[in-house]
């Protein structure tokens, strides 16, 4: 069955509720983090010894897509059959982890000390006034297809933002559903972006509004970007992210925050968790023809960033629509999360944390593909 939350809002905007959480042959739950007075993050992570079996799910993807316009062209919700055979149309590079160059002229803000120097960003696109076309594609555990999910993403199409929030699965011990904590945040978002200066949109300052107005218990991942006049502004806080591919590179993706491994940054309501300020802000310049790929972590464990690059070339070359190629995506992430025998990224983070673990990730997946034109 398709996820039940889905919902659309007046005008240009669409959002999804989704799902979040487990593991194919051991079962990581994601944890919630607890905070004490000082502020000190605490927490009990949890791996069980799984043996049954998992077979493929009868899910169904949960697709929509914005066209940038002066009015939003499509808000309805389409569904369809996932199986579990290799999508056609698919060509794959070698399973390296990176490719391609770095961008040129990408500032980094943040509490990370390897990040990258930062530097002046460069208006590589002129004076053309550049657009976003997004669409989005979201497949739940097929665990927790009942009660709508614990994710929530959505897109502004008027406004070119984009922006992802993952439930931590964890909350679900102590009987609080995390999706309720993700809707509300994401919910504030767009209330917060309707507020900004037009074609000056501050992803931090939105973030800070929609985690200040945000009540539900429980915690989330939190990435929201934005096409301004610089290029893209974002922030990431958490283990979602982005990618930007460009001539068939990937040129930029931003950094995992986590306190451990399967421990991420979340945003938690009050003054418990993470804060706004611990996420990563980003300026990226880009041009048109340049691809970004925003996810939860059910897509960037699953998926190596060539193997997505890859899907996006293709689909370019097949002249797919954003939504048709977040479908793509999404389906192989699927399919490499019910595969045991491929090395994956978090079998390989899995590995580095002294876990015996290997092949994919069972969780929700949320893929949101936009087209810089």
Not at 60 to 79: E, Q
């Amino acid at each position: 069955m398709a996820a039940s939350g889905s919902k659309a809002f007046s005008g240009d905007i669409y959002m999804d509720g989704l799902v979040s959480s487990c593991g194919n042959t051991v079962d990581f739950t994601k944890p919630s983090g607890v905070f004490f007075s000082d502020n000190t993050p605490r927490t009990f992570h949890k791996a069980s010894l799984s043996l049954r079996r998992r077979e493929p799910s009868n899910a169904r993807l949960v697709c929509g897509y914005s066209i940038y316009d002066v009015v939003w062209r499509n808000a309805n919700t389409v569904t369809v059959p996932l199986t579990a055979s290799r999508p056609r149309n698919l060509r794959f590079a070698a399973s390296a982890q990176y490719s391609g160059g770095a961008a040129q002229g990408v500032s980094f803000e943040g509490s990370s000390d390897d990040l990258p120097p930062s530097s002046v960003v460069q208006d590589v696109a002129g004076n053309k006034a550049l657009k976003l076309l997004s669409g989005s594609c979201c497949l739940p555990h097929p665990d927790k297809e009942d009660k709508g999910g614990e994710d929530a993403h959505f897109i502004c199409g008027n406004e070119q933002v984009i922006g992802i929030a993952d439930g931590v699965g964890g909350w679900a011990d102590v009987g609080v559903d995390s999706g309720l904590f993700s809707r509300e945040l994401m919910s504030n978002a767009v209330n917060a972006i309707k507020e900004e200066p037009t074609g000056s949109i501050n992803p931090m300052r939105v973030l800070e509004k929609a985690h200040a107005s945000t009540k539900a218990k429980g915690s989330s991942t939190a990435c929201i970007i934005a096409l301004t006049e610089e290029g893209l502004h974002a922030i990431n806080l958490g283990d979602s992210g982005f990618i930007v591919i460009r001539d068939g590179s990937t040129i930029f993706r931003s950094p995992v925050q986590q306190h451990g491994f399967n421990f991420t940054y979340q945003l938690e309501s009050g003054s418990t968790g993470d804060l706004p300020s611990s996420g990563q802000v980003f300026t990226v310049p880009v041009v048109p023809g340049d691809v970004i790929v925003a996810g939860t972590d059910g897509l960037f464990d699953n998926l190596y960033n060539n193997e997505i690059t890859a899907v996006v070339v293709e689909a370019l070359r097949s002249r797919l629509e954003p939504q048709a190629t977040a479908q793509k995506i999404t389906a192989l992430a699927r399919q490499r999360a019910m595969d045991r025998n491929r090395q994956t990224p978090f079998a390989s983070a899995a590995q580095e944390a002294g876990y015996r673990y290997y092949g994919g990730k069972l969780d929700d997946i949320t893929v949101v593909v936009s087209y810089v034109c």
